[in-house]
């Protein structure tokens, strides 16, 4: 069983800074790095140092080569990743606060750059079984999905970041749902932030053939199918970037379910995990190893 992780390639400009600069403020930067990262790069590299063997498509400019070193250092397959030239890889600006809170602003770049017959090429070496991962930073979401459903993938989506174009995806092929409250919300076409259980309940109505993921920050997450639901606590680590958090939870969760865990045992995997992400800074650099996470006892 192979994963692919198709998706974003990004170079990430991150900024630590006291506060978020606010509108007309001119605001001194404590640090900067730049890292590699993009959702898709972070999922890709989350499942394969949970252990999956991970397959990256995307593309980017000659300006991110360095990003292949990276995926290829995690364990990724990276001969899928299109290098464009004269075009800009896909970047982010990123703020870091004192409490480990982010917000971010991103460039597509080569990220939007996706065609069909790109898509029709990567999908030819997958088959029954195998595992589709996607957000919604690149383009031509609809038609991967539709065409992977076709050939019996599992289609794995975390609908982030939420706009209109999620409207057109369709969603009744996804197999597991990545969400946190806000993207509930937006998902469930709710203005209002509801208990989480009642969001769950909601989304399972709505996709009942999917598996649903609620992460609820600090409070933890939550699991339902057609079979089971199960609440994980998160752990309690003093936060020092989030960036990646999602990301790496979503890679151990499901490489987790891949191998063989049962659906408590992945999630208390992916639980360790994100706590271990938001410890450090950067994101892809914040995700552990499997071996990490299995011999991690908790920060002291």
Known sequence: MKVLCFGSLNIDYTYRVPHFVQKGETLAAEEMNVFCGGKGFNQAVAFARAGAETYHA????KDGLFLLDSLKNAGVHTELVAVLED?????AIIQNDHSGDNCIMLYGGTNRTITREMADRVLEKFGQDDVLVLQNEINEIPYIMEKAHERGM??????SPMDGAIAAFPLETVDYFFLNQVEACQLLGSENREEPEKQLNALR???????????L???GSLYADRAQKHF??????KAVDTTAAG???TGF???GLLAGRTVPEAMELAAKASAIAVTRPGASPSIPTLEEVLNWKGQD
């Open 58 to 61: 995307g593309a980017i400019g």
């Open 87 to 91: 075009q800009k890889t896909g970047c």
């Open 154 to 159: 599992k289609i794995v989506l975390n609908p």
């Open 205 to 215: 109505k709505r996709f009942p053939a999917a598996a649903i993921v609620l992460t």
């Open 217 to 219: 920050g600090e409070k």
């Open 232 to 237: 994980q606590p998160a752990f309690r680590v």
């Open 247 to 249: 990301d790496t939870f």
């Open 253 to 255: 969760l499901m490489g």
